[in-house]
Nanobody
């Protein structure tokens, strides 16, 4: 199984980016998917996830209303649309896949999130997002 993330870049505050995560080796239609990020010197943070049924996607408080997670089953690709980017969104973004992973609520140190890191079976290598003025 391979997850190839892309779409990162350097942008100004207020800009938008769409991250993609191309998946090979398994089909996305029956898996939970998500995104995590890690800023320099900080612990990893859950950004968003959605369950196998794609109902009720979950977002960290820090990105609610600005980010949107989705998947294209035909293309076997996960997306993260990021709007109104802020300086604090600067990080390496990793896509993840799991089963039964986007459930429950726990505190990852940044606030409530679903799906601890240990619940996710596969991780992409990450794509860098830099927001600077």
């Amino acid at each position: 199984v391979q997850l190839q993330a892309s779409g990162g870049g350097s942008v100004q505050p207020g800009s938008s980016l769409r991250l993609s995560c191309s998946v090979s080796g398994l089909r996305l239609h029956d898996a939970a998917v998500g995104w995590f990020r890690q800023a320099p010197g900080k612990k990893r943070e859950g950004v968003s996830c959605t369950s196998e049924s794609d109902e009720n996607p979950y977002y960290a408080n820090s990105v609610t209303g600005r980010f949107a997670i989705s998947r294209d089953i035909a293309k076997n690709t996960i997306y993260l649309q990021m709007n109104s980017l802020k300086l604090e969104d600067t990080a390496i973004y990793h896509c993840v896949i799991g089963w039964g992973a986007c459930t429950g609520i726990y505190d990852d140190g940044y606030g409530p999130f679903r799906g601890p890191e240990s619940e996710w079976s596969y991780w992409g290598q990450g794509t860098q997002v830099t927001v600077s003025s």
